[in-house]
């Protein structure tokens, strides 16, 4: 139903999101720092039904939506862009912290640990464009039911996500402790990450990509 080329484009663009600062991780990587391992794990699992929140929406036919109404299209994307540059300048300005700078953030209850999570990941510009415009890409009508396809090819992602991620919060503690010995490697850190946030900032506000309509 789906080909290897899909599956193997869907898992490049997967990788290079997740591996890319945003909110997510940085929302991760700070409570499994700050409250331990376990916090950190249920955050993921929030992010993962933000995925699965997502997928559903796609399948449905979302972008469809977005190709109708292209002005709505535009303004979720710049949205996104104003939300990823303000990380940047939270980060780069004097006086910001890197995520993996031990901080004495307030522990959270499980519960929000988890919805918390949950809305990071409902609100991250980079997943929704995942969904609304790269998935779609790869979606070839003459090889089946769009919604099927949208289904399998989301979840190829959302195994590449979780993945990641999971191994991010499992070694999170120990780069903090790393990085936390070496103030001059936090600083590097925090300025990369700040760039890249930055730099998908302006290119996701500067890119004329149009999500593709169901058929």
């Given amino acids: 139903m789906i080909g290897m080329t899909a599956v193997v484009g869907v898992v490049l663009a ?3 999101l997740v591996l890319t600062p945003g909110p997510n991780m940085m929302y991760l990587v700070s409570r499994t720092v700050s409250q331990g391992r376990r916090a950190g794990l249920v955050s993921l699992g929030g992010v993962a039904v933000g995925f699965l929140c997502y997928l559903t929406a796609a399948a449905a036919g979302i ?42 953030l307030p522990a959270d209850s499980t519960w929000r640990l988890f919805g918390m999570g949950l809305l990071t990941n409902l609100l991250n510009p980079k997943i929704a464009i995942m969904y609304m ?17 949208s289904l399998c090819l989301g ?22 402790g790393f990085l936390g010995e070496r103030p001059l490697w936090l600083r590097i850190q925090r300025w990369v990450t700040g760039t890249l946030l930055g730099t998908i900032a302006v290119v996701l506000a500067t890119e004329h990509s149009r999500p593709l309509p169901a058929a």
């Avoid at 415009?133 to 396809?149: D, E, K, N, T």
């Fill in 133 to 149: 415009a790269l998935i779609p890409q790869f979606v070839v009508p003459a090889q089946g039911r769009i919604w099927l396809q």
């Fill in 63 to 104: 972008t469809t939506v977005f190709a109708v109404v292209p002005e709505l299209y535009v303004g979720v994307k710049l949205a996104g862009a104003l939300y990823l540059g303000w990380l940047a300048w939270k980060t780069l300005r004097p006086g910001g912290i890197s995520a993996f700078a031990p901080s004495a």
């Fill in 14 to 16: 997967a990788l290079g």
């Fill in 155 to 176: 979840g190829v992602q959302i195994a590449v996500a979780l993945t990641v991620n999971g191994l991010i919060v499992l070694g999170a503690g120990a780069i903090a």
